[in-house]
């Protein structure tokens, strides 16, 4: 039997991974940005389940988009229930709201997360079956200025890390009102084609015909290129707030683009839509994307609260810091490398070690190599900053050998001073 990861996935792995970006430390280093960053902009985390009733995305992500009716991981449990791993975060931060009654706290609730989601797609460079989000949500306000908010924190998020050649697409599918007016008009365009639809958008056309303008499949590209555009039918509140975004995306630097192909294949937008796309990405290029969805928690049973939110893949984050970075520099080794010159000092060497590590200094220790030269490399392939070598000489004088790995310069210092002079280095 050969066991290997289901397809789709991946392994993160501190070496020996066949691609940098699923080296651990590189998760560890960009994970850690996400929080520094949410937490200046104050979002508050928030963690739910892997797993969830499957109708919760059904209502909130909605039927007839792919997510939903292709790509779901949905199971029975022993009980009978039907389960669904979850696709994206925005249903089941709104489920939490909603059970924990947290808008009694009244005013916005700022959150995020960072978590496994997961989708049966066809898997490519930038697209599993298991991938991660960091996402945010704004829960409470309806004011353009929480649509910059989100759209800048992602950008920050991108600018923090280095990462270059991304452009925020931004559009405006409307209120609902403006909705009503365009889907007349729509299925008034397409009904003349409807033989030369696609069978999946024959059955959007009766469900839920702006859902067509999400299809990838050719044939409805090109039918879709005569189509009404959706931003003639917006009302005037909805066209205000779109103008409303643009001006203080402006105002605060960010630059975008307006475009009116950016529709989204999640059912719960409405107004604002945004994705940033990357030229470093190969085949799949939003490396993040989010709009405001001011009807999905009262449509999920809770009350009625504008929200607005993003999410980004981690996979492609990484992806495209590798492309543009390929030199990123591996993870610190540990300070110190006892290494123990003969058999009686071992125990020294993990006493030391040991004390070390307790104080908070990352100690590492050899314990294969008979040679001092073997074990040198060794300490060097750690990436290990200082060798410490003691024989039984030191241990008689009761000091230590302290071997700079970089200069190569040795010095003896006394065994109580070891702390207070690799302190300096944690
Ligand atoms: P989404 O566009 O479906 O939105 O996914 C957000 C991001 O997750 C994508 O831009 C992409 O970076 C990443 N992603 C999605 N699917 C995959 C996959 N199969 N493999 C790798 N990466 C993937 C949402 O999920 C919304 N919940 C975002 C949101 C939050 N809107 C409002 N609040």
Same mark, same amino acid.
């Given at each position: #039997?050969?066991?290997?990861?289901?397809?789709?996935?991946?392994?993160?792995?501190?070496?020996? &991974?066949?691609? /940098?970006?699923?080296?651990?430390?590189?998760?560890?280093?960009?994970?850690?940005?996400?929080?520094?960053?949410?937490?200046?902009?104050? +979002?508050?985390?928030?963690?739910?389940?892997? +797993?969830?009733?499957?109708?919760?995305?059904?209502?909130?992500?909605?039927?007839?988009?792919?997510?939903?009716?292709?790509? #779901?991981?949905?199971?029975?449990?022993?009980?009978?229930?039907?389960?669904?791993?979850?696709?994206?975060?925005?249903?089941?931060?709104?489920?939490?709201? #909603?059970?924990?009654?947290?808008?009694?706290?009244?005013?916005? *609730?700022?959150?995020?997360?960072?978590?496994?989601?997961?989708?049966?797609?066809?898997?490519?460079?930038?697209?599993?079956?298991? *991938?991660? $989000?960091?996402?945010?949500?704004?829960?409470?306000?309806?004011?353009?200025?929480?649509? &910059?908010?989100?759209?800048?924190?992602?950008?920050?998020?991108?600018?923090?890390?280095?990462?270059?050649? %991304?452009?925020?697409? %931004?559009?405006?599918?409307?209120?609902?009102?403006?909705?009503?007016?365009?889907?007349?008009?729509?299925?008034?365009?397409?009904?003349?084609?409807?033989?030369?639809?696609?069978?999946?958008?024959?059955?959007?056309?009766?469900?839920?015909?702006?859902?067509?303008?999400?299809?990838?499949?050719?044939?409805?590209?090109?039918?879709? $290129?005569?189509?009404?555009? %959706?931003?003639?039918?917006?009302?005037?509140?909805?066209?205000?707030?779109?103008?409303?975004?643009?001006?203080?995306?402006?105002?605060?630097?960010?630059?975008?683009?307006?475009?009116?192909?950016?529709?989204?294949?999640?059912?719960?937008?409405?107004?604002?839509?945004?994705?940033?796309?990357?030229?470093?990405?190969? &085949?799949?290029?939003?490396?993040?994307?989010?709009?405001?969805?001011?009807? %999905?928690?009262?449509?999920?049973?809770?009350?009625?609260?504008?929200?607005?939110?993003? @999410?980004?893949?981690?996979?492609?984050?990484?992806?495209?810091?590798? $492309?543009?970075?390929?030199?990123?520099?591996?993870?610190?080794?540990?300070? &110190?490398?006892?290494?123990?010159?003969?058999?009686?000092?071992?125990?020294?060497?993990?006493?030391?070690?040991?004390?070390?590590?307790?104080?908070?200094?990352? @100690?590492?220790?050899?314990?294969?190599? /008979?040679?001092?030269?073997?074990?040198?490399?060794?300490?060097? /392939?750690?990436?290990?900053?200082?060798?410490?070598?003691?024989?039984?000489?030191?241990?008689?004088?009761?000091?230590?050998?302290?071997? *700079?790995?970089?200069?190569?310069?040795?010095?003896?210092?006394?065994?109580?001073?070891?702390?207070? +002079?690799?302190?300096?280095?944690?």
């Amino acid at each position: #039997m050969h066991f290997q990861v289901p397809k789709g996935t991946f392994d993160v792995l501190p070496y020996g &991974a066949e691609e /940098k970006w699923r080296l651990s430390s590189l998760w560890i280093r960009v994970e850690t940005l996400l929080r520094e960053v949410a937490s200046d902009y104050g +979002y508050q985390e928030i963690r739910t389940p892997i +797993y969830e009733q499957a109708e919760l995305f059904d209502r909130g992500v909605g039927e007839t988009s792919d997510i939903v009716s292709k790509e #779901m991981f949905t199971f029975l449990d022993k009980g009978g229930r039907q389960l669904a791993l979850r696709p994206e975060g925005t249903s089941s931060v709104m489920r939490a709201f #909603m059970e924990h009654g947290l808008a009694q706290k009244g005013g916005l *609730h700022r959150f995020f997360y960072l978590g496994p989601m997961f989708r049966y797609e066809r898997p490519q460079s930038g697209r599993y079956r298991q *991938h991660t $989000q960091f996402g945010v949500e704004v829960i409470g306000g309806k004011g353009a200025e929480l649509d &910059a908010e989100v759209i800048d924190l992602l950008f920050q998020v991108y600018q923090r890390l280095g990462l270059k050649n %991304l452009t925020v697409h %931004l559009n405006s599918v409307g209120d609902p009102p403006s909705r009503a007016s365009y889907r007349e008009a729509l299925l008034g365009y397409l009904r003349p084609y409807f033989q030369d639809l696609s069978s999946d958008s024959q059955v959007r056309f009766e469900k839920n015909p702006l859902r067509i303008l999400d299809s990838k499949d050719p044939k409805d590209k090109e039918i879709l $290129q005569g189509a009404p555009s %959706l931003s003639a039918h917006l009302t005037t509140e909805a066209k205000e707030h779109f103008e409303q975004v643009q001006e203080r995306l402006a105002s605060i630097g960010i630059p975008f683009v307006v475009n009116d192909k950016i529709v989204r294949g999640l059912d719960y937008y409405n107004k604002t839509v945004f994705e940033v796309l990357s030229t470093d990405l190969k &085949a799949q290029n939003t490396m993040g994307a989010g709009g405001r969805y001011d009807g %999905l928690l009262k449509q999920l049973g809770g009350a009625d609260l504008p929200s607005v939110g993003f @999410a980004t893949g981690l996979e492609r984050v990484l992806q495209a810091l590798v $492309q543009l970075y390929p030199e990123v520099s591996p993870e610190k080794g540990p300070v &110190a490398y006892f290494i123990p010159m003969g058999d009686e000092a071992l125990g020294k060497c993990f006493t030391l070690a040991t004390l070390c590590r307790r104080e908070g200094i990352s @100690a590492g220790i050899e314990l294969q190599a /008979k040679k001092l030269q073997a074990a040198l490399q060794n300490g060097s /392939k750690e990436r290990a900053r200082f060798f410490i070598l003691i024989g039984s000489e030191e241990i008689e004088k009761r000091t230590v050998q302290v071997k *700079h790995a970089e200069t190569r310069e040795q010095e003896e210092i006394a065994e109580e001073k070891l702390f207070h +002079y690799l302190r300096g280095y944690r």
